[in-house]
């Protein structure tokens, strides 16, 4: 992390990404982080489904630049929404979530995140579970 407060503008190239707090399914890369912000990459292998989890106090604006993202929130998973190439996604603080890579693809997403506080936050999942959810037009 960088200390809040730097008056120096810098760039981070592209091969100085640092590895991200893991959560199962993805792989998280930081280019930077402050006090109260958090950017850096997301990769979603094909046919990966992330674990459940929050980022705290932190809203997350999401890019996607390649493949495609679902992603399951609300009671046991039942909101669903899928985003690809061009589309931005809004995770409200708090938000127990879990992306999905329903493609032969790599999903690839810029990830900014404004908040304070546990960056990510793993759990076991949304309560309580929804009989008869889908997920990528099969039964879980």
Known sequence: ?????????????????????PTAGMIREE?????S?????VRTEPGMRSG?????????????????LWMESGSGG???????PGDF???????????SNPTEEEA??????????ELVVNVEGPEPKSPGRRWFGGSR
Request: no cysteine.
């Open 1 to 21: 992390m960088t200390p809040e407060g730097s008056d120096k503008i810098r760039v981070v190239r592209a091969g100085e990404l640092r590895p991200g707090q």
């Open 31 to 35: 280019a930077f982080g402050t006090g």
């Open 37 to 41: 912000l958090w950017a850096g990459l």
């Open 52 to 68: 459940w989890h929050h980022h705290g106090s932190h809203e997350t604006a999401i890019y996607v630049l390649s493949g495609r």
């Open 78 to 84: 039942s909101e669903a929404v899928e985003a690809g």
């Open 89 to 99: 996604i809004h995770v409200p603080a708090e938000a127990v979530h879990r992306e």
């Open 108 to 117: 690839v997403a810029v990830i900014l995140r404004s908040g304070t506080g």
